[in-house]
């Protein structure tokens, strides 16, 4: 019964966003809006125009899906046996967006995930209120403050680093020039509101701040139903010359207390390497990632250097954290280091290699201090500028984990290959 309401629910929504849709011109670009095709390759928090094309309430109904081969091995010290794995396809994602733009200058976005490794069922994974303009409250209101301020409010992923701009989400993986994401993967959905404010010259600043919940409930924890999260960016952006790109972030996240830490463990999609480094019948599904596990108090710094020169990038992430839980006595330290080289080329650079080199050095609550290493060479061809193929190669080794621990000597390495379409 639940499958047919939420298959009746599905056609009614797909039915009005085309009812509504057939009242305007036929158009698929919305104002300051990241294109979720090749389109929005390179591009990070949406841009901002003083333009408009607004005319009436417009829905655009988009969506991605994306397939993988996996054929990956993976072994450890065999103290902790691990799970056989084999060769084939993991399971189809699938996300579903809606666009929305309700009137001059504010629209909204929410997106659903169809299928996902952690849920085969559909789940909302957030959306969020944006204002560019403040002509709803009257014609003109603040225009030349609005001319260079956005503001977002929603339970939303939030822009902490500009690495969650190039990551895989879920199925929405046509940004990502690799298949993986980063070992320490930096992504969370919180309630909150940002205010981003942007100069002529390319430099521009946000400040945030968010309940620091993954999930919204009123029961009391600790003595307290939440905390608060604080969040900060500041960076430069500029293109410099037709071939020459340069940017450059800091983002800081920031909780004083929060019931719990999700930035590690937020992303409820899951990982793409199914399975390695799995103990048998294990049901986890962030495979390969780390989580320094900090329990409810976190300081974490992002610096993202970004650099285009012709069809050659460069794009890097330097990580600093610490944290605790409130049982612990001292904070640990966590950090984390990227860096990849990306070649894209022929006439619209629908072709890409690419290669990543990524670690995390970490102190563990038992006091180890361990390492993890990945390397990822990647391919990549867009037949069409919603479509991608994928393939990569990724090896991935642990490095002093404690006798008789999971992760012993573990490390897994292999081939995948991923379709991608994304509208």
Do not use: C
């Not at 930096?186 to 010259?201: H, I, K, N, P």
């Not at 894209?344 to 650079?349: H, I, M, V």
């Amino acid at each position: 019964m639940k499958s047919v309401l939420k298959l009746v629910t599905f056609v009614i929504v797909l039915t009005m966003g085309y009812s509504i849709s057939a009242q305007t011109k036929n158009k698929r670009n919305l104002d300051n809006f990241r294109q979720p095709d090749q389109r929005g390759v390179n591009v990070f928090e949406a841009p901002k125009d003083t333009l408009t094309t607004f005319e009436n309430v417009y829905v655009r109904i988009g969506g991605s899906f994306a397939l993988q081969y996996q054929a990956i091995d993976h072994e450890n010290s065999g103290a902790v046996p691990l799970g056989e794995i084999g060769y084939n396809f993991n399971l189809a994602t699938a996300n579903l967006d809606l666009d929305v733009a309700l009137y001059d200058g504010v629209s909204m976005h929410l997106r659903t995930y169809l299928s996902s490794r952690h849920h085969p069922e559909p789940y909302v994974k957030g959306g969020y209120f944006q204002i560019d303009k403040l002509d709803f409250i009257s014609e003109g209101f603040m225009a030349d403050l609005m001319k260079h301020t956005t503001i977002k409010i929603g339970h939303m992923e939030n822009n902490y680093g500009d690495a969650h701009f190039r990551r895989t989400d879920n199925a929405q993986a046509i940004y990502n020039p690799f298949v993986g994401n980063l070992i320490m993967d930096s992504f969370t959905t919180e309630v909150g509101a940002e205010v981003y404010y942007r100069t002529d010259m390319g430099l521009f600043g946000m400040i945030g701040f968010t309940n620091g919940k993954l999930n919204q409930k009123v029961t009391v924890s600790d003595g307290s139903t939440g905390g608060a999260v604080f969040l900060a960016k500041l960076g430069y952006d500029k293109q410099i010359s037709d071939d020459f790109r340069f940017r450059l972030t800091g983002s800081l996240y920031n909780t004083g207390y929060a019931p719990n830490v999700y930035l590690y463990s937020a992303d409820r999609a899951g990982s793409r390497y199914y399975s390695v480094m799995e103990v048998d019948g294990s049901s986890a599904f962030r495979s390969g990632r780390f989580d320094p596990s900090y329990g409810n108090q976190i300081t974490a710094i992002m610096v993202n250097p970004f650099v285009k020169y012709g069809g050659l990038e460069v794009f890097g992430t330097i990580e600093l954290t610490s944290g605790k839980r409130l049982t612990e006595m001292d904070r640990r330290n966590t950090e984390q280091f990227a860096g990849e080289v990306i070649y894209r080329f022929g006439e619209t650079e629908d072709l890409f290699l690419g290669a990543r080199y990524n670690t995390v050095n970490s102190e563990l609550a038992s006091g180890d201090e361990i390492s993890i290493n990945r390397f990822q060479l990647g391919a990549g061809w867009f037949m069409t500028k919603n479509v991608l193929m994928k393939a990569e190669y990724v090896s991935q080794k642990y490095n002093d984990f404690a006798e008789g621990d999971q992760f012993e000597d573990g490390q897994f390495d292999g081939l995948m290959l991923e379709a991608v379409i994304s509208f």
